[in-house]
């Protein structure tokens, strides 16, 4: 619920704000665009997440934020006012969280627990609606991204801190909008839910902790260059 209305209420503020850019940019084309073909561009942004950690009947939560941003590359097919699309893109993140809990709470209850995304990619189709120089769109397809983390030495055996360190693969969903300041530049606004799954601890110390599964939503603005 939370993530629905995050992405309302950005739609609804780039409805407002692509008006209002296109009457300030003089020159701005009201018709005349086509979609269609190859772009590249760059995108930054936020990104956020909740961990939960668990051991022996224990949960501990936290959150994880932070900057994202990377380069995208893709592909349009333009039949009447409907857009289909194909696009990559690969993006550093510093969405990383700790936390240290009360003496009652395992597996973060003496060093602490931590959660990082390094990084992460998607490979996703687009169909959108074109009006005229104003495109909003679905997106959704897989994801791939570096993870890691660590609970303290009481839920290792006092042997050491627990960890996982993994490279997951995963699905992404999202939506967003484009707006075409002319037939080459393009500015856009999109939030993304990426799911990486749930990765496993490394500690050979039964019972060994765990997390929940590895999600997170982002909120990203853009500039493409279309050939």
């Given at each position: 619920?939370?993530?629905?209305?995050?992405?309302?209420?950005?739609?609804?503020?780039?409805?407002?704000?692509?008006?209002?850019?296109?009457?300030?940019?003089?020159?701005?084309?009201?018709?005349?665009?086509?979609?269609?073909?190859?772009?590249?561009?760059?995108?930054?942004?936020?990104?956020?997440?909740?961990?939960?950690?668990?051991?022996s009947g224990n949960s501990v939560d936290f959150?994880?934020?932070?900057?994202?941003?990377?380069?995208?590359?893709?592909?349009?097919?333009?039949?009447?006012?409907?857009?289909?699309?194909?696009?990559?893109?690969?993006?550093?993140?510093?969405?990383?969280?700790?936390?240290?809990?009360?003496?009652?709470?395992?597996?973060?209850?003496?060093?602490?627990?931590?959660?990082?995304?390094?990084?992460?990619?998607?490979?996703?189709?687009?169909?959108?609606?074109?009006?005229?120089?104003?495109?909003?769109?679905?997106?959704?397809?897989?994801?791939?991204?570096?993870?890691?983390?660590?609970?303290?030495?009481?839920?290792?055996?006092?042997?050491?801190?627990?960890?996982?360190?993994?490279?997951?693969?995963?699905?992404?969903?999202?939506?967003?909008?484009?707006?075409?300041?002319?037939?080459?530049?393009?500015?856009?606004?999109?939030?993304?839910?990426?799911?990486?799954?749930?990765?496993?601890?490394?500690?050979?110390?039964?019972?060994?902790?765990?997390?929940?599964?590895?999600?997170?939503?982002?909120?990203?603005?853009?500039?493409?260059?279309?050939?």
């Open positions: 619920m939370r993530s629905l209305a995050i992405l309302f209420a950005g739609l609804l503020a780039l409805l407002t704000g692509s008006a209002m850019a296109a009457d300030a940019v003089e020159g701005a084309p009201a018709e005349g665009i086509n979609w269609s073909g190859a772009y590249i561009g760059a995108v930054a942004g936020y990104g956020w997440k909740s961990d939960t950690y668990h051991y959150d994880s934020n932070g900057f994202v941003g990377g380069v995208t590359a893709g592909y349009n097919w333009q039949r009447g006012q409907i857009v289909f699309g194909v696009e990559g893109d690969i993006s550093y993140a510093d969405m990383k969280g700790s936390v240290v809990s009360s003496f009652l709470s395992p597996p973060c209850f003496i060093e602490g627990c931590t959660a990082k995304v390094d990084w992460f990619g998607t490979g996703r189709a687009r169909v959108g609606y074109s009006f005229e120089n104003f495109l909003p769109y679905a997106t959704g397809g897989f994801a791939v991204g570096h993870v890691k983390g660590s609970a303290d030495i009481g839920a290792c055996g006092l042997v050491g801190t627990c960890s996982y360190s993994d490279t997951r693969w995963g699905w992404s969903a999202g939506a967003g909008v484009e707006w075409a300041m002319n037939q080459q530049i393009s500015f856009k606004a999109e939030y993304l839910h990426v799911d990486l799954g749930r990765p496993s601890f490394v500690t050979g110390n039964p019972p060994d902790p765990s997390t929940d599964r590895i999600d997170f939503d982002t909120v990203r603005i853009g500039i493409n260059y279309h050939f």
